[in-house]
C-alpha cells in the first residue's frame, strides 16, 4: 500500500486517520529497525512509539518532495540512539580483556540462538553485542552512514567508529562459528 499525496498532506494538517494509515504502513518495518538497536522487544517497543510521537509532531516539517519512509526512518534512527544512550549507559569498549571476557560469556546463549531461525539468529546475534558495537554496526553496515557520519551521531571521534565497527565484525563472526560448531 502506498500513501497517496492526498493523505500525506492530511497527514501533515494533523489528521488522525491519515497518521493511523501512516503508522499501519511503517510502523513493522520501523519496528524491525528498534529491534535492531535494542536489547529486547520491550525496549524496541517504546523506541517504535517515541519515534511516531515524534512523526506526528514533527509532521508539519516533513517536506511533500522528501520519501516519507526515509523521513521516518530517520526520526527512528535517532530515537533510538537517543534512547540506547541514556537507557543503556552506552560504553564504547577499547579495553582488549573487556572485549574477550564479553565474548565468552556470549557463547553461553548459543542454546538459544539455535532454536530460532535464520532470521532470528541473526538478530539475536546483534543483540548479543555490546551496545556500542550494535549501534556502529547498525549504523554503518544496515543504514549505510559513514564512520564520519556515525562519529558525529554518537559523539566519538571516527577512529573510534571504526574500532567499534571492526570488533562487532570479529565479535559476529566468532559467534557465528560458535554457532556452526554446534550444529
Not at 494533523?14 to 510502523?27: H, L, P, T, V, W
Not at 516519507?68 to 534512547?83: C, P, Q, S, V
Not at 573487556?98 to 543483540?127: A, G, M, S, T, V
Not at 548479543?128 to 564512520?147: A, E, Q, S
Request: proline residues 1%; glycine residues 2%.
Amino acid at each position: 500500500m502506498s500513501i497517496s499525496e492526498e493523505k500525506i498532506q492530511l497527514f501533515r494538517e494533523g489528521d488522525k486517520n491519515a497518521f493511523d494509515m501512516i503508522y499501519r504502513e511503517y510502523s513493522r518495518s520501523m519496528f524491525a529497525l528498534c529491534m535492531r538497536y535494542t536489547r529486547c522487544r520491550d525496549d524496541a517497543q517504546d523506541v517504535l512509539q517515541e519515534s511516531f510521537i515524534k512523526v506526528y509532531q514533527q509532521r508539519e516539517k516533513f517536506i511533500q518532495n522528501d520519501f516519507l519512509y526515509a523521513w521516518i526512518k530517520k526520526i527512528t534512527i535517532h530515537t533510538a540512539l537517543t534512547y540506547i544512550k541514556q537507557t543503556y549507559r552506552m560504553q564504547l569498549e577499547d579495553n582488549e580483556l573487556k572485549f574477550d571476557k564479553l565474548i565468552e560469556e556470549q557463547y553461553l546463549n548459543e542454546d538459544e540462538i539455535e532454536k530460532q531461525q535464520l532470521k532470528d539468529k541473526l538478530l539475536k546475534i546483534l543483540q548479543l553485542l555490546p551496545d556500542g558495537y550494535r549501534t556502529v554496526f547498525n549504523l554503518y553496515t544496515v543504514d549505510n552512514l559513514t564512520h564520519k557520519e556515525i562519529a558525529e551521531y554518537l559523539e566519538i571521534s571516527e577512529n573510534t567508529s571504526k574500532t567499534q565497527y571492526f570488533k562487532a565484525k570479529k565479535m559476529i563472526q566468532l559467534l557465528l562459528e560458535k554457532e556452526k560448531m554446534a550444529i
